[in-house]
T-cell receptor
Framework: AQSVTQLGSHVSVSEGALVLLRCNYSSSVPPYLFWYVQYPNQGLQLLLKYTTGATLVKGINGFEAEFKKSETSFHLTKPSAHMSDAAEYFCAVSDKAAGNKLTFGGGTRVLVKP | NAGVMQNPRHLVRRRGQEARLRCSPMKGHSHVYWYRQLPEEGLKFMVYLQKENIIDESGMPKERFSAEFPKEGPSILRIQQVVRGDSAAYFC?????????????FGPGTRLTVL
């Protein structure tokens, strides 16, 4: 079975500071990994995904994530936080053997201070 | 191209009533997934459907919950005899085909409140 752990349910950063959201996964097969963002009372929007190839993945809104197999991690970063980055972020792993259903982490809520 | 549509966006039911949640996938998408987000929790997979078929319902509660995706029309998640613990946000996602690594496109969700 696959699982995802996001360290820190809440993260507070200052505007302009680095955003770092941690994600560790467990998978018995090479994983496909995703980061989604959820703004209040909205659905989820894909930020980026890793399937194969380059381990540093660039996404929308200046976010990027690095797949590290040895650490079973897929941490999300953004060099400079913007007020509009305040949202909840979910890391997820896809189960290829089960129609690509997603297993999500518990989410990390980001607060951006001016 | 319209995104995934869900209705209603908000639904209030009294205990014992039925709740019907609808999901229209993106045009050309024949795969639908339902997820539930309980308060202060992450999203949990419920069911995966293709047109007229339930492929994986391993995340569905054994009783009171059912899902369908008919040949014509939206996918329906049905909850019979709702209880307070069913209060949650229910999200539908769709995908064009099940290629490895395909992303799922999410709808805005239906927020169910059981009084």
């Amino acid at each position: 079975a696959q699982s995802v752990t996001q360290l820190g349910s809440h993260v507070s950063v200052s505007e302009g500071a680095l955003v770092l959201l941690r994600c560790n996964y467990s998978s018995s097969v090479p994983p496909y990994l995703f980061w989604y963002v959820q703004y209040p009372n909205q659905g989820l929007q894909l930020l980026l995904k890793y399937t194969t190839g380059a381990t540093l993945v660039k996404g929308i809104n200046g976010f990027e994530a690095e797949f590290k197999k040895s650490e079973t991690s897929f941490h999300l970063t953004k060099p400079s936080a913007h007020m509009s980055d305040a949202a909840e972020y979910f890391c997820a792993v896809s189960d290829k053997a089960a129609g690509n259903k997603l297993t999500f982490g518990g989410g990390t809520r980001v607060l951006v201070k001016p | 191209n319209a995104g995934v549509m869900q209705n209603p966006r908000h639904l209030v039911r009294r205990r014992g009533q039925e709740a019907r949640l609808r999901c229209s996938p993106m045009k050309g998408h024949s795969h639908v997934y339902w997820y539930r987000q309980l308060p202060e929790e992450g999203l949990k997979f419920m069911v995966y459907l293709q047109k007229e078929n339930i492929i994986d319902e391993s995340g569905m509660p054994k009783e009171r919950f059912s899902a369908e995706f008919p040949k014509e029309g939206p996918s329906i998640l049905r909850i019979q005899q709702v209880v307070r613990g069913d209060s949650a946000a229910y999200f539908c996602a769709s995908s064009p085909q099940v290629l490895e690594g395909n992303e799922q496109f999410f709808g805005p969700g239906t927020r169910l409140t059981v009084l």
